[in-house]
């Protein structure tokens, strides 16, 4: 990785009045998050868990919930801590740059890091809360664990007794399109995309990088390894997230 690079690329940050992040899984696999279909991916090596990341086996089978309850008492977002590529981000918003964080991770990490919850754009939902599949009630995961750890297998709604799940969108589920027009408008309305750990392979949440660029964004990739909108990059930045993001955004 060439500093020149970095170096012209951070010049372009440091002079943007409203910065886009988008984040994916490869920010936080830096914090022990394993993503989920690489060597060492969630779904690779525990194929239940993607059987449990299916919305038809979910609802449909009482076994695959308890078996997803179970997991997600020891989900590694509960103890994982933000890296410095998080942080750079962070400090991307205490300069007032930072028009919106669009990311496709569950995991919670920019808010723990410290990214006001209200520019995180989770497009893909958060392990943090549940939602009622029935009513939509929404509340704390916590409280949901602590009843499984109370021997309660697959805790109903308290609301109306319906199915539970973390608020995360799963397969076979739809979007909220909510979220994914604010994720658009926020793109649409940039002077820097800056998309980082994302194959850029997800629809619609990639079609923010060319979106971004429609409106004459410079588009900055950060990432471990090609992506399918490379051909969009005025910056194509590969390799070490944790690393390159401090230097970029310092
Ligand atoms: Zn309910």
């Given at each position: 990785m060439s500093t020149d690079l970095i170096a012209a690329a951070r010049d372009v940050v440091a002079r943007a009045r409203r910065v886009v992040v988008l984040t994916g899984a490869g920010i936080s696999t830096d914090s022990g998050i394993p993503d989920f279909?690489?060597?060492?991916?969630l779904w690779t090596k525990n194929p239940a868990a993607e059987k449990a990341a299916d919305i038809r086996f979910y609802l449909g089978d009482p076994e695959v919930r308890r078996a997803a309850w179970q997991n997600r008492l020891t989900t590694p977002a509960w103890t994982a801590a933000p890296n410095r590529g998080h942080e750079a981000i962070v400090e991307l918003e205490r300069r007032s740059q930072l028009h919106g964080l669009v990311t496709q991770?569950?995991?919670g990490l920019h808010q723990k890091a410290g990214n006001a919850s209200d520019k995180v754009i989770e497009v893909h939902g958060t392990v943090w809360f549940t939602r009622c599949w029935d009513c939509d009630d929404r509340r704390p995961m916590d409280q949901a664990l602590e009843r499984v750890r109370a021997g309660d297998a697959d805790p109903a709604c308290l609301e109306c007794g319906g199915i539970l799940k973390s608020d995360t969108i799963s397969f076979g589920q739809a979007l909220v399109p909510e979220v994914i027009e604010r994720a658009m408008q926020v793109s649409d309305d940039c002077d820097v995309m800056l998309a980082v750990?994302?194959?850029?392979?997800?629809?619609p949440v990639a079609n923010c990088v060319p979106r971004a660029k429609a409106a004459g964004a410079h588009v900055i990739i950060v990432n471990g390894a090609e992506t399918?909108?490379?051909?969009?990059?005025?910056w194509l930045l590969v390799g070490q997230i944790s690393e390159i993001l401090p230097a970029l955004l310092s």
């Open positions: 279909r690489g060597p060492n991916g991770n569950i995991d750990g994302s194959t850029l392979s997800v629809f399918a909108m490379d051909r969009f990059a005025d």
